[in-house]
């Protein structure tokens, strides 16, 4: 079944949507959600919540590509949970490194400034992504967006892991310029 | 805590860049078993480096397939860039109009499997059939250069005869050539089928096209011939694996044939069905085809859309990197994104990427589950 055919059915209200998305999508949002929380039944749990968001939210929203638009939902219901878990659990997981690789991008004004600047952050990581290569761009996308391990990253691309640390260098390097340049950071 | 700021931020990034970063762990992980799958039909068949397997446990006694890599090599992109699709003559003997319900898979014979020490032909068998073709040019070989393997010596990859008045060169690829060192006078087609009737069959079809170079400059023709078949399967077949190209020099004259000589040097696995047009488009509108094509750069949508087919032929792709020679469908997709001066070309002129849809089935493939789009 194709992906349009599939939000059609959301379109018309017919449970089987969810069916037919958790067989299309649902190894690849569970293994999503397991990457940034490293536990098979919370993993299991965002993938549920997110096929209730795509529910609630498909109409009206017709998404082009339902495989992105579902990574997406379960990619923010798994931040969310390890947000809310992180005080009081694991250290060392790909999501606490991944984060504090990102950390210093940006200038420690709090949570005001991620609500009123996230948006802002997203198009400039665009514009970053965009200006890249395919290989830079999917090698950050992979540590970034599916919290892959440097070591995945580098078995996967068939680099070296220091190479694959010094592109992320690199980058997160480029990204703070043009969150500067955007006036992001100051 | 900006690190997670950030974090939460990448959620909202372009849907390309996610799609082109999926990750691969479940081919990985499908890959082992279907390399072990692999391995099983290599060891029930005796066959050295086999990717299919007798499917006793079918009620088809077809052999399982395996869903190969292409290796388009080279730089840049596969696709239709020297040749304006309104502008050529479509020779396609199927169209969206015709049902096919079977059609051959081969086995390639030339295919060099990795690390195997010689390729399945010898300079001898190559040297063979450019004696074949010497022959029937009324001539003989008066001398041959042979070019190995880069890697491997002893991989003959081409033997190139020469002949008084030709050059005859067979690759290991199943391609072959022959110029015509004295093309005096052949100015057209009827003129090289007066004098190399052997080349030509009574049922040919035949297209001639403009090739342009990328900034629009005209710079030749070529014609394309197959043999139409008794029935569309066996053209589909001949559309690809008997194809003849004549290519005229720059002063006008048909200088040198290029002939598709694939079906010698392969063998028969059985009549596998075909799906149809419309599940080709479906697989295809769901990213599940290869394509040497970066759709993110190349389309400005960063996908394959329906509105960007412009046309669909069935064609089996070749090359001795190929275990099997089997029927795509190829898709003539619209880049409409592509950064090149048109200037000088028709008004009309685009430039196409070529995506494969495998047109046999996936319950008979080891690995179809692999086949995501990734491959490329």
Same mark, same amino acid.
Request: net charge negative; hydrophobic share 35%.
């Given at each position: ?186 | ?167 005859? %060169? @067979?690759? /290991?690829?199943?391609?072959? #050539?022959?110029?015509? *060192?004295?093309?005096? +006078?052949? $100015?057209?087609?009827?003129? !090289? ?19 342009? %170079? @990328?900034? /629009?400059?005209?710079?030749? #023709?070529?014609?394309? *011939?197959?043999?139409? +078949?008794? $029935?569309?399967?066996?053209? !589909? ?140």
């Amino acid at each position: 079944m194709t992906d349009g055919e599939i939000v059609r059915l959301f379109w018309k209200r017919n449970e089987a949507a969810l069916e037919h998305t958790r067989t299309k999508y649902g190894s690849y949002c569970r293994s999503i959600a397991f990457g940034i929380l490293r536990n098979g039944e919370d993993a299991e749990e965002c993938v549920n919540d997110s096929l209730l968001n795509a529910w609630n939210s498909i109409p009206p929203s017709k998404p082009q590509n339902l495989r992105t638009y579902m990574g997406k939902l379960v990619r923010n219901a798994s931040i969310n949970r390890f947000e809310h878990y992180s005080a009081q659990k694991r250290g060392g997981t790909q999501t606490e490194l991944a984060i504090s690789e990102l950390e210093n991008l940006l200038s420690d004004n709090g949570d005001a400034l991620a609500t009123f600047e996230s948006e802002a952050i997203t198009r400039c990581i665009n514009t970053m992504l965009q200006n890249s290569s395919k290989e830079k761009r999917t090698v950050f996308v992979r540590r970034y967006w599916y919290l892959d391990s440097i070591a995945d990253i580098a078995k996967a691309y068939s680099l070296s892991e220091s190479k694959v640390t010094s592109i992320l260098f690199r980058m997160r390097k480029e990204l703070k310029e043009e969150l500067e340049k955007e006036g992001v950071n100051l | 805590m900006n690190g997670l700021t950030v974090l939460k931020a990448m959620n909202g990034i372009d849907d390309r860049f996610i799609a082109e970063a999926v990750p691969e762990k479940k081919k990985g992980k499908l890959l082992v078993l279907a390399k072990a799958a692999a391995a099983v039909a290599a060891c029930i068949c005796l066959v050295a480096g086999g990717v299919y397997a007798y499917n006793s446990f079918q009620n088809s006694q077809l052999p399982l397939l395996s869903i190969e890599e292409i290796d388009f090599g080279g730089m840049g992109f596969e696709g239709s860039d020297s040749l304006t699709l309104e502008h050529s003559d479509d020779i396609s003997p199927w169209n969206e109009q015709i049902k096919i319900d079977k059609l051959p898979v081969y086995k390639n014979l030339l295919y060099r499997y990795e690390g195997q020490e010689k390729s399945y032909f010898s300079e001898d068998d190559l040297l063979k059939v450019a004696q074949e073709y010497s022959e029937l040019l009324g001539e003989e070989i008066i001398s041959y250069e042979k070019f190995t393997d880069d890697f491997n010596e002893r991989i003959v990859r081409n033997v190139i005869a020469q002949t008084q008045n030709h050059q005859v %060169s @067979v690759g /290991g690829d199943g391609g072959m #050539s022959i110029v015509f *060192k004295n093309a005096e +006078g052949l $100015t057209d087609l009827s003129a !090289v089928k007066a004098k190399y009737p052997f080349l030509f069959n009574e049922n040919d079809v035949l297209g001639k096209y403009q090739e342009f %170079s @990328v900034d /629009g400059e005209p710079l030749g #023709s070529y014609y394309k *011939k197959y043999e139409k +078949g008794e $029935t569309v399967e066996q053209s !589909v077949v001949n559309y690809t694996l008997k194809k003849m190209r004549f290519t005229h020099s720059e002063n006008g004259e048909i200088r040198s044939v290029n002939i598709n000589t694939q079906q010698r040097f392969s063998k028969k696995l059985g009549d596998y069905p075909v799906i149809s047009f419309d599940e080709a488009k479906e697989k295809l509108l769901d990213g599940r085809y290869v394509s040497s094509v970066d759709e993110v750069s190349y389309i400005s949508s960063g996908r394959v859309e329906e509105r960007l087919i412009k046309k669909v032929d069935i064609i089996y792709y070749t090359g001795n990197n190929q275990q099997l020679f089997m029927p795509y469908y190829r898709f003539y997709i619209w880049l409409d994104l592509l950064p090149f001066e048109r200037t000088g070309l028709p008004e009309d002129y685009e430039h196409y990427g070529f995506f494969y849809v495998p047109a046999v089935p996936e319950e008979y493939f080891v690995n179809y589950e692999l086949f995501d789009g990734e491959f490329q």
